[in-house]
């Protein structure tokens, strides 16, 4: 079993709808958990920390669930600016280095 | 200001032969990444330096690779008797601490896309 697991994709979906992901992780011991982009050809970017509490930044929303073990991110009035690969990461406290879902490729539709 | 910049872009090379990778961090980060993304899949982590030490290389696949980050900023991710299955793009990133901790963000550079024929 993978460590971080998400859906491939691909979404398609029509400019304007709201858009949710979700990925699990299989380490209950995991601290930090992230939302990384990433275009195609590109390098992933950060897109937003996601905390206990749940935090949003704009029109994302991302939430966490230690008792499930699942991450969300939500997206809504979707822009065509907004296709991209969304990558579900987790790392551990006390090691540094991030481990990465395979990513859920997203298209948004005009 | 300047992110993290990884030479060549583009590696092309035979079955067999010795490449060289490069990674010139973000100013003033301590940490530094090498990660490796084969085609649709997410990155996978390969080692770490905390400033000129390996603190971690339990993600390096085999013998065949090794990396180098002699004077505490700039790396090289040296691959030996390179084989088809190398081919991939390998990401370089650089943090402020290395900390680990959610506020310790990971920056990456545009990566080198190496083929292997």
């Known amino acids: 079993r993978k460590e971080v697991e998400q859906d491939p994709g691909p979404f398609n979906v029509p400019e304007g709808a709201t858009v949710a992901f979700n990925c699990t992780y299989s380490n209950s011991a995991s601290q930090s958990f992230f939302w990384y982009r990433q275009d195609c050809r590109k390098e992933p970017k950060l897109l937003m920390s996601v905390y206990s509490s749940g935090n949003e930044d704009g029109r994302f929303t991302a939430q966490l669930n230690r008792a499930s073990q699942y991450i969300s991110l939500l997206i809504r009035d979707s822009k065509l600016s907004d296709s991209a690969t969304y990558l579900c990461v987790v790392g551990y406290f006390g090691n540094e280095k991030l481990t990465f879902g395979t990513g859920t490729r997203l298209t948004i539709i005009p | ?117």
């Open chain 2, 1 to 117: 200001g300047a992110g993290v910049s990884q030479t060549p872009s583009n590696k092309v090379t035979e079955k067999g032969k010795y490449v060289e990778l490069r990674c010139d961090p973000i100013s003033g980060h301590t940490a530094l990444y090498w990660y490796r993304q084969s085609l649709g899949q997410g990155p996978e982590f390969l080692i770490y330096f905390q400033g000129t030490g390996a603190a971690d290389d339990s993600g390096l696949p085999n013998d065949r690779f090794f990396a180098v980050r002699p004077e505490g900023s700039v790396s090289t991710l040296k691959i030996q008797r390179t084989e088809r299955g190398d081919s991939a793009m390998y990401l370089c990133a650089s943090s402020l601490s290395g900390s680990g901790s959610q506020q310790d963000t990971q920056y990456f550079g545009p990566g080198t896309r190496l083929t292997v024929l």
